[in-house]
């Protein structure tokens, strides 16, 4: 672009959003605080406040919050290179995982998304059903032995046990779940590490030398010597087990030959450990969560269960036909998205609802707050899983509904590579559990949703079960 080209271009963009009002924003520090402690709460202040686009300040940076969903086309899919992920939840995320896939971008994320890929086709992942089979069952004779007894269980911390078994036992063939051993606890307390650093709004906090440094730095040693170990053996047997681990062993880029190196395959396992098991764990939890408050709803899908399976395992063939089911977990994740936010700072001054958008900005698209909008979304609140139905879905796209208004996994090419799993494995666990137990809030307990890396119940979800 020439000068004057480049002149012109800027006497035509529009202005930059006013700042959202001051009570939005609290001290010095813009909306830092609130950001860390209630993040969802600012954007929905924000949103009630401002409408669909509010700019805030967040310590030194400027963001902005927008709901509106065309403009998460353009920053995912349009003009997705001129958006980065470099934003300060994904340096968090760096000092843990490395360049996995998560975090890594540019030539050297394309590649490592090739090679990636076929893993996760939906025949590969079809191979995988057995051993998601066989953790669910072995968690519904627990939970046989619990309605029993008639005692209750944190719902929450059940999936996460569950989903780290699965990912552990994909991944590279081993069960994580185990807390006798290292490597559960290990994983448990990187993923709070995560979240800590996630919060706070301490510069260089990675550095002090206070215990939750010492602790997160202890159980990632953990982990990598495990990793470490297990890809050594790997290399020295020249085989394995067909899992992820093995899949990325032998992956190669088409293009040039080259394969992982140890480091790159390191970062990719504790991404997949990490990505692959909280956020299925915590739509589950809200999925579970939703159904007690709705027992019509989950008659109806038991009955299905009951219909669909008879006798019969959950196989890939029954899992097609649990239509009800499968719109079950889709509005579960309309209502509560395991990842709540995706952020992208811009790289060029961009245009977003008619605002300029400065370079350095950064963009944040909630999943939390656009799939309760209601310019897209009939009594938003309301749980109702007819809305996904063929012919619902068929009115909304009718009516002008655009498809980005809901996105749980993301859009464009950073889309989830694990959406197919993460879709299989939570129609397998909510197939084999519900099917034979149907659970029940403990009463009077407080359920609240807490933004971390991802959407979690903050205080867990206490249930009893009863045996069908
Ligand atoms: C309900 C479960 C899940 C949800 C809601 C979810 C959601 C997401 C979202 C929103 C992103 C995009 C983040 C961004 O661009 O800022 C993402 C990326 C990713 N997810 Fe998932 N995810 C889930 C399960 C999984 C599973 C089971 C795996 C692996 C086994 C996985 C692996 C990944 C990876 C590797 C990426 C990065 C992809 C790339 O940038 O190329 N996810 N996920």
Same mark, same amino acid.
């Not at 997705?80 to 300060?88: A, M, V």
């Not at 009516?399 to 397998?428: N, T």
């Given at each position: 672009?020439?000068?004057?080209?480049?002149?012109?271009?800027?006497?035509?963009?529009?202005?930059?959003?006013?700042?959202?009002?001051?009570?939005?924003?609290?001290?010095?520090?813009?909306?830092?605080?609130? /950001?860390?402690?209630?993040?969802?709460?600012?954007?929905?202040?924000?949103?009630?406040?401002?409408?669909?686009?509010?700019?805030?300040?967040?310590?030194?940076?400027?963001?902005?919050?927008?709901?509106?969903?065309?403009?998460?086309?353009?920053?995912?899919?349009?003009?997705?290179?001129?958006?980065?992920?470099?934003?300060?939840?994904?340096?968090?995320?760096?000092?843990?995982?490395?360049?996995?896939? +998560?975090?890594?971008?540019?030539?050297?994320?394309?590649?490592?998304?090739?090679?990636?890929?076929?893993?996760?086709?939906?025949?590969?992942?079809?191979?995988?059903?057995?051993?998601?089979?066989? !953790?669910?069952?072995?968690?519904?004779?627990?939970?046989?032995?619990?309605?029993?007894?008639?005692?209750?269980?944190?719902?929450?911390?059940?999936?996460?046990?569950?989903?780290?078994?699965?990912?552990?036992?994909?991944? /590279?063939?081993?069960?994580?779940?185990?807390?006798?051993?290292?490597?559960?606890?290990?994983?448990?307390?990187?993923?709070?590490? /995560?979240?800590?650093?996630?919060?706070?709004?301490?510069?260089?906090?990675?550095?002090?030398?206070?215990?939750?440094? +010492?602790?997160?730095?202890?159980?990632?040693?953990?982990?990598?010597?495990?990793?470490?170990?297990?890809?050594?053996?790997?290399?020295?047997?020249?085989?394995?087990?067909?899992?992820? &681990?093995?899949?990325?062993?032998? !992956?190669?880029?088409?293009?040039?030959?080259?394969?992982?190196?140890?480091?790159? &395959?390191?970062?990719?396992?504790?991404?997949?450990?990490?990505?692959?098991?909280?956020?299925?764990?915590?739509?589950?939890?809200?999925? &579970?969560?939703?159904?007690?408050?709705?027992?019509?709803?989950?008659?109806?899908?038991?009955?299905?269960?009951?219909?669909?399976?008879?006798?019969?395992?959950?196989?890939?063939?029954?899992?097609?036909?649990?239509?009800?089911?499968?719109?079950?977990?889709?509005?579960?994740?309309?209502?509560?998205?395991? +990842?709540?936010?995706?952020?992208?700072?811009?790289?060029?001054?961009?245009?977003?609802?008619?605002?300029?958008?400065?370079?350095?900005?950064?963009? +944040?698209?909630?999943?939390?707050?656009?799939?309760?909008?209601?310019?897209?979304?009939?009594?938003?609140?309301?749980?109702?899983?007819?809305?996904?139905?063929?012919?619902?879905?068929?009115?909304?796209?009718?009516?002008?509904?655009?498809?980005?208004?809901?996105?749980?996994?993301?859009?464009?090419?950073?889309?989830?590579?694990?959406?197919?799993?993460?879709?299989?494995?939570?129609?397998?666990?909510?197939?084999?559990?519900?099917?034979? /137990?149907?659970?029940?809030?403990?009463?009077?307990?407080?359920?609240? !949703?807490?933004?971390?890396?991802? &959407?979690?119940?903050?205080?867990?979800?206490?249930?009893?079960?009863?045996?069908?």
């Amino acid at each position: 672009m020439t000068t004057i080209e480049h002149s012109l271009t800027r006497l035509s963009q529009p202005p930059e959003l006013q700042l959202a009002p001051e009570h939005l924003s609290g001290n010095i520090l813009g909306h830092l605080q609130a /950001f860390r402690h209630d993040s969802l709460g600012l954007m929905m202040d924000a949103f009630n406040n401002c409408g669909d686009i509010a700019r805030v300040r967040i310590g030194y940076e400027t963001a902005l919050f927008t709901a509106n969903a065309e403009d998460v086309k353009r920053v995912l899919i349009d003009r997705h290179g001129d958006y980065s992920k470099q934003t300060r939840g994904y340096a968090v995320l760096r000092m843990v995982l490395g360049q996995g896939l +998560v975090t890594s971008e540019g030539s050297f994320w394309k590649r490592q998304r090739r090679i990636a890929q076929p893993a996760f086709q939906r025949k590969r992942i079809a191979g995988f059903g057995d051993t998601m089979r066989a !953790a669910s069952e072995d968690l519904s004779v627990h939970w046989g032995e619990i309605a029993r007894r008639g005692t209750s269980v944190d719902v929450a911390e059940e999936m996460m046990r569950l989903t780290l078994r699965i990912a552990g036992e994909t991944l /590279f063939s081993q069960d994580l779940s185990n807390q006798s051993a290292e490597v559960g606890p290990a994983v448990t307390e990187v993923m709070h590490y /995560f979240n800590w650093l996630f919060k706070s709004s301490v510069p260089l906090l990675h550095h002090l030398p206070v215990p939750a440094n +010492v602790r997160g730095r202890r159980a990632l040693k953990t982990l990598d010597r495990v990793v470490y170990d297990i890809i050594a053996q790997r290399r020295a047997s020249g085989s394995g087990p067909l899992d992820l &681990l093995d899949m990325f062993m032998n !992956a190669y880029d088409e293009d040039t030959g080259e394969r992982m190196s140890d480091l790159q &395959l390191r970062d990719e396992v504790l991404t997949m450990l990490t990505a692959g098991h909280e956020t299925t764990a915590n739509g589950l939890a809200w999925t &579970l969560y939703l159904l007690s408050k709705h027992p019509g709803i989950l008659r109806r899908l038991q009955h299905e269960l009951d219909e669909v399976l008879g006798d019969d395992e959950p196989d890939m063939m029954k899992l097609r036909e649990l239509t009800y089911t499968n719109q079950v977990i889709q509005e579960s994740m309309r209502l509560y998205p395991p +990842v709540w936010a995706v952020a992208r700072r811009a790289e060029q001054d961009d245009v977003l609802s008619g605002h300029l958008v400065k370079r350095g900005t950064y963009v +944040v698209m909630s999943p939390y707050v656009i799939q309760r909008h209601p310019q897209y979304w009939d009594n938003p609140e309301g749980f109702d899983p007819d809305r996904f139905s063929p012919e619902r879905l068929e009115q909304a796209k009718a009516e002008g509904r655009p498809k980005q208004a809901y996105f749980p996994f993301s859009i464009g090419p950073r889309k989830c590579i694990g959406d197919h799993f993460a879709k299989m494995e939570s129609l397998i666990i909510l197939a084999t559990l519900l099917r034979r /137990f149907t659970p029940s809030l403990v009463p009077g307990q407080r359920i609240e !949703a807490e933004t971390s890396i991802t &959407l979690r119940p903050k205080h867990g979800i206490q249930m009893t079960l009863s045996a069908r």
